[in-house]
């Protein structure tokens, strides 16, 4: 399967090194040296990941990342960055970035962490089909359209991001299953992010403010202290 990989990074060198070496792993790729530029070419074209350089001359790398995570389905973003600091790295786990990488660094160890993110998306693509034969996950007055990707409370649509609503999903799948926070950074953000378990929790917190009638006491997503959390069976 050949790949589409949108890069948008203002430094020619490595935009074209990284295209050169995205056709050793079967990955056609365009380039896109502003912020700006970068979101009209995703919106026009089809990607399955975007490269993205977190210091841009227009739109930083943090206000594309936003944008990109509020348009409409799944695609995973690696975040490239010459600052390294612990701030940059939560920041950039945060917003939605899927992955994160500190210049200078290794090709091989760059193409790792894309095709990790690639098989995920292969992944997500071939399980999408078996859950729509039967229709929306239901529980309680939550529903969740996997289709279009939609999450409803008493027939009220809410609105989450597309990390937030993978994490839903991925819990109301397993309703009862406990998992901890590196477990959840494994499966539902799709690489190992160890040391950003916080990451885990923010998010928690703000499905929680969305879904339930009153996050201090919630009646879906359960904390199993000392574990992690889980998702209320029945």
Known sequence: MTHKVLIIEDNPDIARLLRLHLRDIRCDADIAA????????????????????????????????????????????????????ELDRVLGLEIG????????????????????LLRRVDALRQTTVAPLQTGTLVC????????????????????????????LYHFASHPGRV???????????????EGYEHTVNSHINRLRAKIEQDPAKPRYILTVWGVGYKFAEG
């Open 140 to 167: 309680g007055d939550l529903s969740i359209d996997l289709e279009k990707r939609e999450v409803a409370i008493e027939q009220r649509l809410v609105n989450l991001t597309a990390r937030e609503f993978d994490l």
């Open 34 to 85: 502003h912020g700006g530029e970068g979101l009209r070419r995703f919106r026009d074209g089809k990607y399955d990941l975007v490269v993205l350089d977190l210091m841009l001359p227009d739109l930083d790398g943090l206000e594309v990342c936003k944008s990109l995570r509020a348009e409409p389905g799944y695609v995973p973003i690696l975040m490239l960055t010459a600052r390294s600091s």
């Open 97 to 116: 970035a899927d992955d994160y990488l500190t210049k200078p660094f290794s090709i091989p160890e760059l193409l790792a962490r894309i095709k990790a």
């Open 179 to 193: 998992y901890s926070r590196g477990q959840l950074l494994d499966q539902v953000w799709g690489y190992s992010h």
